[in-house]
């Protein structure tokens, strides 16, 4: 078995998981939307309890939650759903306001409106040279931005490569004070941290299963009907299903799949973090203890803030290793069993530098030279050993190479 160190990317589905699907992938083939027989209303109940259970478990109520294919068609939905709705102001394109630091799955989905005539920014963080808080976004860099053609900011709650963790209720404050709407990509926090939408002060949440032990292809995007509703404009039309906002028969095994590790999250997480937070401080020691130079990137490991939150993910490291190739020391590290990554999955096989360390202030070298480690509830002592070992070694066989 390979040590998987790239919980960022994705995770082991429970065994728990496993169990509460197989049913509904077997004899229970129903489909939800099917009324007239028993078989279809099982499945059509299935359906309603997991979205009861997955609101549960993030804050929402269920008639908020809209189950996806992932959270790359959530984000899609969400912006390009309040892009149609709202884009068009006083007769002038809108705009939008991201995070330089965010996921291809909304840079992308930002540039794609940019081309159809939206106007669009991505914001600079806090630099790495600032490390107390390097990768942060300070409101006050979104209130000088946001003009009255802006209606809506896209923001990464815990960032996938640096772990860094924004303060989604002070940008709320400013974004609800200038009329607009917060989007929040939780992908990469539930189960590493507290996420409740409402207290969080989002109008529209994505999340995506395979990031919490539940199943790929699953997803939920999360729009607000208490207080504040949210009106968006769905992108895939069809039958109707998911009040309108996305058609399509119900994926039944992979919405209880997830609304199960959704569950888990929440109720593993007292027992999840401190696991993870130990793993992962002991990952760091060893490594620094083993490689000479290497430095941390993104903000401290112990960062707290004033209302307690913890400013970084607890099951993330993001390193550089000086003097070394980063995709030289993956492809060795691969070849002894090793899986970490150099940054997001997606542009993990891409040779560019990876756009968080670039947008942290980092030059091409530094960022090359980078190692992403995520970890999971099922991370153990031995293979945060063994990956310690694998890598100080690597390191040490590379540099003596001159590489
Ligand atoms: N957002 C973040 C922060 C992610 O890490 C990912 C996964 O790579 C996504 C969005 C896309 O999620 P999915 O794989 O469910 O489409």
């Avoid at 109720?267 to 490689?291: S, W």
Wanted: with cysteine; hydrophobic share 45%; net charge negative.
């Amino acid at each position: 078995m390979p040590t998987y160190l790239d919980n960022h990317a994705t995770t082991r589905l429970d065994p728990r998981v496993l169990d509460a699907m197989l049913p509904w992938l077997t004899e229970r083939y129903g489909n939800a939307g099917s009324a007239t027989h028993a078989m279809g209303r099982e499945a059509r109940d299935a359906v309603d309890a997991s979205r009861a259970r997955m609101a549960a478990a993030v804050g929402a109520d269920p008639r908020e939650i809209v189950f996806t294919s992932g959270a790359t068609e959530a984000i899609n939905l969400a912006l390009q759903g309040a892009a149609s709705r709202h884009g068009i102001r006083d007769g002038r394109p809108g705009r939008i306001l991201t995070l330089a630091t965010e996921h291809p799955a909304v840079l992308d989905t930002l540039d794609h409106l940019a081309r159809r005539g939206l106007a669009v920014e991505r914001l600079p963080v806090v630099p790495q040279s600032w490390p107390g808080l390097a990768g942060r976004i300070d409101p006050a860099t979104i209130d000088a931005a946001w003009d009255d053609d802006t209606f809506l900011i896209s923001v990464l709650l815990a960032n996938n490569e640096i772990g860094v963790v924004q303060d989604a209720r002070a940008i709320a404050e400013v974004v609800h004070r200038r009329g607009g709407l917060l989007h929040l990509d939780c992908s990469q926090a539930l189960g590493r941290m507290p996420v409740d939408v409402d207290a969080l002060g989002a109008d529209l949440a994505s999340f995506s299963a395979h990031k919490f032990h539940g199943p790929k292809g699953v997803g939920a995007l999360w729009v607000r009907r208490r207080g504040r509703p949210v009106r968006i404009d769905p992108l895939v039309f069809g039958g109707g299903q998911e009040r309108g906002l996305r058609s399509g028969t119900h994926d039944v095994a992979g919405i209880i799949g997830m609304a199960t590790a959704a569950e888990l999250a929440v109720t593993e997480l007292p027992a999840d973090v401190p696991l993870m937070r130990r793993l992962r401080d002991r990952l760091m020691a060893g490594l620094a203890a083993g490689i000479d130079g290497l430095v941390l990137n993104g903000p401290p490991l112990d960062g707290i803030l004033a209302d307690g939150a913890t400013l970084r993910l607890v099951n993330n490291l993001n390193v550089r290793v000086p003097g070394v190739d980063g995709q030289t020391l993956l492809a060795t590290l691969d070849a002894e069993g090793l899986a970490v990554s150099s940054g997001s999955a997606c542009s993990s096989e891409q040779p560019r530098p990876s756009h968080v360390l670039l947008a942290l202030g980092l030059d091409d070298d530094q960022a090359r030279s980078s190692l992403r480690f995520g970890l999971s509830r099922f991370t153990t002592d031995e293979e945060i050993d063994t990956a310690i070992r694998l890598v100080a070694a690597g390191v040490a066989r590379l540099r003596s190479l001159g590489r």
